[in-house]
């Protein structure tokens, strides 16, 4: 199944920030990858990235990750994300303004409590399958 058939709304929504993003990081730093989109490593990232995405316990209301209390990524994932995020957000006003404003709006948005129960995107999947 492709990684952006698991998830829908905004969840799918900052799949695609973060995806825009890993493209701009990758096209800088892995210039040896195919030519079309990107390399090995940064797809493992965006595939955990989506992973994430679908089991985030807060569902469809997920914080940035950034606020979040509960920090879900393995520490070299978060690392990764962290320079990902630090190289590619500035650079991402030009070539994705709608991505990037929004994404600068959802980081000011104050850090939210611990999560509800079985809202997860994965949750809710497995319930409209059973
Ligand atoms: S639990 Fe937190 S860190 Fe993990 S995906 Fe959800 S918002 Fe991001
Ligand atoms: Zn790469």
Same mark, same amino acid.
């Given at each position: 199944m492709a990684d952006t058939e698991l998830l829908s709304g905004k969840l799918l929504y900052e799949f695609r920030t973060m995806q825009a993003m890993v493209e701009i990081y990758c096209k800088a730093h892995h210039p040896?990858? =195919?030519?079309?989109? /990107? *390399?090995l490593q940064c797809s493992e990232f965006l595939s955990y990235a989506n992973t994430r995405l679908d089991r *985030? %316990? #807060?569902?469809?209301?997920? %914080?940035?990750c950034n606020k *979040? %209390? /509960?920090? *879900? #990524?393995k520490p070299h994932m978060k690392q990764r994300a962290r320079e990902i995020m630090m190289y590619a957000g500035p650079r991402m006003?030009? =070539?994705?303004p709608i991505f990037a404003i929004k994404h600068l709006l959802a980081e000011r948005k104050p850090a939210p409590g611990l999560p509800p129960e079985r809202v997860s995107n994965r949750h809710l999947r497995k319930l409209k399958q059973s």
């Open positions: 040896l990858k =195919p030519s079309q989109g /990107v *390399c *985030c %316990p #807060y569902g469809q209301d997920k %914080p940035t *979040c %209390p /509960v920090h *879900c #990524y006003l030009l =070539p994705h």
